[in-house]
């Protein structure tokens, strides 16, 4: 896609160099902030700690659009898996599952298991692309799998290559879906201590000169012998639990965890899970300000920005945690230094930028956690038990066989096997759903079958079923975890589920163009892109599915 994109803004080059004007006066710079794992109670939990929104000359962090702009207290994610890769892939296509082609993390392609071999398939990673080649160790990755355009793209298109996209993350899936296919700039990690891409973004095989002087200056291994210890008084941790499974900290002190002594990938994997990653992002992203000359010129610019390090942290700690709450004050003091510097370095400032921040996804509390403190059946269950118990049910019912794969929430069966039976597929979609379901920590699973033909229940996670179903790439039946239950091994926790500890996350918008307010009505992950589509003046991404956010935008 990007080849046919890039032919086209070549294509349509024959605008007049001196045009600047674009659009209805769009802002010169926006700021797309995704915050990895970042559950909506947080803005809330957390507000005490937060700087304020301005002080004298410069603005604080979340506040600054918390008490200044417009706030969506009831945002939701629309689809299932409520993973990294469907919540990037959403935000700026203001598609789902079902149009995108994102439909989880990994999915197994169903036309390419061997199903006569007998072995295990192997996943096929959201972001891979077999025909692209890394830069700098960052894989082979692209937006290939991601069969819709982005705002970044339809801006592109809509200046004939003029603005400026870019995009900044951890993770490469972030920082792929959120930029698109046609974006200028697109790093992730390496995670050996380097920014990294792939030949998609750049085709001559190095990446931007700024990029490598970065590099070169190791910003990675500023934390080499450092412990993260808590950013506040002790006292002001007081409501939170250090997680089941983690040691006793040392005595007198919240926490503290070394990141070790020598940079290595240990210490790397330490740093990024840690309240001092989301400081790297920041300040290459201040980095990239000035030498992408981003918001510099009438031409509207994009930056899409991920902090991962929240999620990586929740993951090993979970939402109730010491480590979580500093983390997150940590990621306030972070945006504010951002912000000041979007401030001094974009023609116009603040004035000329919009700023939104979301999340990717929530959490599920620590099971064994919730199971102790708040007397529910939550648990930690296996992939594994699942898939057992349908081929036995499917085995009995219709016959010895190697009758399906597990990759929750996509369960795929034997196809060859149902036809050289003569069986309905639907019909023994629908049994294997019913001998999921028996199983501990499965609360709802659906036949493929049913749900394209709109015969999911009507409840409202049968809508976020519907949303995700991809006729091409989907398992042949969906299966759905119990509120509270975690199917995943290790100790700390998870998301995936439909349930609102995963799906509700915060949508804060501040900048040129916005209407300041608080809304309580309930909206969805994907109005981001329409929204930001009529702000900026072009066309609505090709797979959009949301509508405009209600309040967001001044007449």
């Known amino acids: 896609m990007r080849l046919a994109l890039l032919a086209l803004l070549a294509a349509t080059s024959v605008v007049s160099h001196s045009q600047t004007a674009f659009g209805p006066n769009p802002p010169r710079l926006t700021v797309v902030i995704s915050i990895d794992q970042f559950r909506n109670d947080y803005t809330e939990r957390f507000a005490p700690y937060f700087l304020p929104a301005t002080s004298g000359s410069t603005v604080g962090g979340f506040n600054y659009l918390l008490q200044g702009g417009a706030v969506y207290r009831d945002a939701h994610h629309g689809h299932v898996p409520t993973e990294t890769g469907p919540g990037h892939a959403t935000l700026l296509t203001g598609s789902e599952p079902s149009l995108n082609g994102i439909v989880a993390n990994a999915w197994i392609d169903p036309l390419a298991i061997d199903w006569a071999s007998g072995k295990r398939p192997s996943s096929v990673y959201c972001a891979s692309d077999p025909d692209t080649g890394e830069v700098n160790g960052g894989g082979k990755m692209s937006p290939r799998?991601?069969?819709?355009?982005?705002?970044?793209?339809?801006?592109?298109?809509?200046?004939?290559?003029?603005?400026?996209?870019?995009?900044?993350?951890?993770?490469?899936?972030?920082?792929?879906?959120?930029?698109?296919?046609a974006a200028d700039t697109v790093i992730w990690t390496n995670g050996n201590g380097g920014w990294a891409s792939s030949t998609h973004y750049c085709p001559n095989g190095k990446l931007p000169g700024w990029v490598e002087k970065l590099n070169a200056d190791k910003p990675f291994d500023a934390f080499v012998g450092k412990d993260w210890e808590p950013l506040l008084a002790a006292d002001a941790y007081g409501t939170t639990r250090k997680a089941p499974a983690e040691k006793d900290p040392p005595v007198g002190k919240v926490f503290s965890?070394?990141?070790?002594?020598?940079?290595?990938?240990?210490?790397?994997?330490?740093?990024?899970?840690?309240?001092?990653?989301?400081?790297?992002?920041?300040?290459?992203?201040?980095?990239?300000?000035?030498?992408?000359?981003?918001?510099?010129?009438?031409?509207?610019?994009?930056?899409?920005?991920?902090?991962?390090?929240?999620?990586?942290?929740?993951?090993?700690?979970?939402?109730?945690?010491?480590?979580?709450?500093?983390?997150?004050?940590?990621?306030?003091?972070?945006?504010?230094?951002?912000f000041n510097a979007i401030n001094a370095k974009v023609k116009g400032g603040l004035r000329e930028t919009v700023i939104v921040i979301t999340a990717d996804h929530g959490v599920v509390p620590i099971p064994e956690e919730s199971a102790k403190e708040a007397h529910t059946e939550a648990a930690r269950h296996s992939e594994s038990a699942v898939e057992k118990a349908v081929e036995a049910a499917l085995a009995a019912r219709f016959g010895a066989g190697d009758w399906c794969v597990a990759s929750m929430p996509h369960m795929y069966l034997n196809r060859p096997l149902i036809a050289s039976k003569n069986l309905d597929p639907t019909t023994v979609q629908r049994a294997a759903a019913e001998a999921a379901m028996t199983v501990p920590g499965v609360y709802g699973a659906v036949a493929a079958g049913d749900v394209w033909t709109g015969r999911v229940p009507q409840v409202p996670w049968g809508q976020l079923v519907s949303n995700s179903y991809n006729p091409r790439l989907s398992g042949d039946v969906l299966v759905f975890e119990s509120p509270g239950a975690y199917f995943g091994g290790g100790t700390g926790t998870g998301h995936g589920s439909p349930w609102n500890y995963d799906t509700h996350v915060p949508i804060l918008m501040r900048g040129k163009g916005i209407e300041k307010g608080k809304h309580s009505e309930r909206v969805f992950t994907n109005a981001i892109a329409p929204t930001l589509s009529h702000l900026l003046g072009v066309e609505y991404p090709t797979g959009c599915m949301g509508t405009v956010l209600p309040g967001a935008l001044k007449e």
Not at 151 to 177: H, Q
Not at 287 to 305: H, N, T, W, Y
Not at 306 to 328: A, K, Q
């Open 145 to 181: 799998n991601l069969k819709v355009t982005t705002v970044g793209d339809e801006l592109k298109l809509a200046t004939a290559g003029k603005a400026k996209v870019v995009g900044i993350a951890f993770k490469d899936r972030a920082s792929i879906f959120m930029a698109g296919h």
């Open 257 to 338: 965890h070394g990141l070790g002594k020598e940079a290595n990938k240990a210490y790397y994997g330490a740093v990024a899970t840690s309240g001092f990653g989301n400081d790297i992002v920041g300040a290459t992203v201040e980095r990239a300000l000035d030498a992408e000359s981003l918001g510099q010129d009438d031409v509207p610019d994009l930056l899409v920005i991920n902090l991962s390090s929240n999620d990586y942290v929740g993951h090993r700690f979970g939402p109730n945690s010491p480590e979580v709450m500093d983390t997150t004050v940590r990621t306030d003091r972070m945006l504010s230094k951002l």
